[in-house]
């Protein structure tokens, strides 16, 4: 493998679920490279495909529901669209980790949370149960968990939502993986320990040189942790650059209204927020040219016409537009 | 620290039904647990010879040598009785066993495979369901014959798409919920996932149910003795013992009504306990 090549490298990436409605394209041609050891900050409003996306990568899908409807998913030399679901399994976990919302549903209540870090020890390590159990105790402690070892025994509910993410955190860095998936890993706690458990990501990124992918929609936390974002709507990625060119010069008009409608702590109060109108188009039937264009300030009649491919715009940048915004700040 | 009227009222009011909450497990557990005991270890028990037969001595009325009298052929009913609650606790325990080997197994499949597997093994389980239960036991013993290994089956048959039921019912909820995606996630197998992830959260509704299983599966029995269709004698079994008494009703109530206090009592304490048990999983499951 060339060093300059991306760990994961996604290419026209089609991902379509089959619901009751009909074929929803929730990833409808996503393009788009990590190199080892970045973060990717992936932002949208919901339902437009982010967590389809996420859940793509790693085949977690079941072949009722989704349609690969075309794409590739290089990671590590293999095509993970093309692998077997025995090869998927070993890299589930083991290069890939995946971290969830909801830590409250996401670990086991019936088992103790020390089991639930072995089981990924032993299985894709072979670890035998009593160095399992050290190395569990070991990891509750660098993911920032006081008195690891007696909580190794606690079960679930006795633990708070920040505690049980962070052993999510664990289980998710028992196997050293190469790319981490975090799919809101924030949202659903409190603000102060939504901001601990990020400092813990970031901490534990740089240290292991690991890879993230961040899902959120919380632009606040793009703009602190991820070296370049990635904006996606209705299932394409609209634009993608360095964090701070893009937060400051958005250039489609999708990621100007998605930072305008941020609330921001110097607004006076009672200050309204921007709301951006209209609603994301169903995406069974998407509309035939640029999918924000019945929502676009800017949007004129090829808008409608046409969809614009998503094109390199120097200094890292791609987005996808007619008629972007010009630099303001160049 | 003084406390307010209301404050008093609600611990008045909390303290006593909490002390009927214990006393509800803790007579019937002790019943089971003389019942379990006395059935394990009736070869050893102080009692009368429950086989041995004294013509002289018919339908003798309870006394400290009889604690409940003789039968029709002066055997003790007692003794009679402890080893007919002995086939009734195997063949309850035996058959709901059974039913939650299979019904469990097949219903974790059909909610965590679903398609076509569920499909098959729904309609299975639905055509069992609609036999009525007691004939179909009844039409398995007589084609083979009296044995305890068959009523159990027998018995064991009927509770399999109950089990499968409740089994599946629970995987369905269970397989959509984060943790079973975060264990893929994690690169577990499906089998894995299955027994790791699901089955724990499966134990306490399957548990809870199979205490009030292994009441029916003894009513089951005892009405099949009662058909002369479980254990053949010499065997005592306590349907059996009614059976075989009720001519002699009017004379002699305690060589009937001695065997079914047995029933009564065990099936009675299986209730309450089972009740109890699944109100407070209920309640812990609610707190999880």
Redesign the interface.
């Known amino acids: 493998m060339n060093i300059a090549d991306p760990l994961l490298s996604l290419r026209d990436l089609k991902s379509y679920l089959r619901t009751p409605r009909g074929l929803v394209r929730a990833v409808d041609g996503v393009t788009l490279d990590l190199a080892a050891g970045r973060t990717l900050g992936l932002v949208g409003e919901s339902g437009c495909g982010k967590s389809v996306l996420a859940r793509s990568i790693?085949g977690?899908l079941p072949d009722?529901i989704l349609q690969k409807a075309g794409g590739e998913i290089r990671f590590g030399g293999r095509d993970l669209r093309r692998s077997t679901e025995a090869e998927l399994?070993?890299?589930?976990?083991?290069e890939i980790?995946?971290?969830?919302?909801?830590p409250m549903?996401?670990?086991?209540?019936?088992?103790k949370v020390g089991p639930q870090i072995e089981?990924?020890l032993r299985?894709?390590l072979g670890l035998r149960r009593t160095e399992a159990r050290e190395r569990a105790v070991d990891l509750l402690d660098q993911v920032g968990i006081p008195a690891a070892r007696q909580r190794a025994v606690s079960y679930p509910?006795e633990l708070s939502g920040g505690m049980r993410q962070r052993v999510?955190i664990a289980?998710a860095l028992a196997c050293d993986p190469k790319l981490l998936i975090a799919d809101e890993p924030t949202t659903a706690l409190d603000v102060t320990v939504q901001a601990q458990i990020l400092d813990l990501l970031q901490e534990q990124q740089a240290r292991r040189g690991m890879a993230l992918i961040l899902i959120t929609h919380n632009l606040g936390v793009v703009a602190g942790m991820a070296d370049e974002v990635a904006v996606m709507y209705a299932g394409r990625i609209v634009e993608h650059g360095p964090t701070a060119a893009l937060l400051a010069d958005p250039r489609m008009p999708y990621t100007a209204a998605l930072l305008r409608s941020a609330p921001r702590l110097s607004d006076p109060p009672h200050t309204r927020l921007e709301a951006i109108t209209g609603r994301p188009p169903v995406l069974v039937d998407p509309p035939a040219g640029c999918r924000f264009a019945p929502r676009c300030a800017r949007s004129r009649e090829d808008c409608r016409r046409e969809p614009p491919e998503i094109e390199e715009a120097g200094t890292g940048r791609r987005f996808a537009c007619w008629h972007p915004l010009e630099l303001a700040h160049a | 620290m003084t406390l307010s009227v209301a404050e008093r009222e609600r611990i008045k009011v909390v303290g006593p039904r909490r002390r009927w909450g214990d006393l509800l497990v803790a007579l019937p557990a002790a019943w089971l647990g003389v019942a379990v005991l006395a059935a394990v270890f009736a070869p050893l028990l102080p009692i009368p010879d429950p086989f041995r037969q004294a013509l002289l001595r018919t339908l003798q009325p309870p006394s400290a040598v009889h604690l409940l009298g003789t039968d029709a052929l002066g055997r003790d009913v007692f003794a009679r009785s402890v080893l007919g609650l002995r086939v009734s606790l195997v063949v309850g325990i035996g058959s709901v066993v059974f039913g939650l080997g299979i019904g469990g197994t097949l219903g974790l499949v059909a909610g965590y495979f679903r398609g076509r597997t569920d499909l098959w093994i729904s309609a299975v389980m639905t055509v069992i369901l609609s036999f009525p239960p007691l004939v179909l036991a009844i039409a398995i013993m007589s084609y083979a014959g009296p044995s305890l290994a068959l009523v159990i089956v027998a018995l064991g048959i009927l509770f399999v798409p109950a089990f499968a039921r409740i089994a599946r019912a629970n995987t369905l909820s269970l397989a959509e919920r984060e943790f079973v995606l975060a264990a893929r996630a994690m690169g577990m197998r499906d089998l894995g996932i299955l027994m790791q992830e699901v089955l724990p959260n499966l134990v306490a509704p399957l548990i809870a149910y199979s205490m009030l299983m292994v009441a029916v599966a003894i009513i089951g029995e005892a009405a099949l003795s009662f058909l002369g269709l479980s254990v053949p004698p010499p065997q005592p079994t306590l349907g059996g013992m009614i059976a075989a008494e009720r001519a002699n009703l009017l004379e002699a109530p305690w060589a009937v009504f001695g065997p079914a206090l047995f029933l009564f009592l065990t099936i009675l304490s299986l209730n309450v306990a089972g009740d109890q048990v699944q109100r407070r999983l209920d309640q812990r499951e609610a707190a999880l």
Do not use: C, E, Y
């Open positions: 790693l977690l009722a399994r070993k890299v589930r976990g083991r980790a995946m971290i969830f919302q909801d549903t996401s670990l086991n209540p019936v088992l089981q990924a299985l894709h509910h999510m289980i």
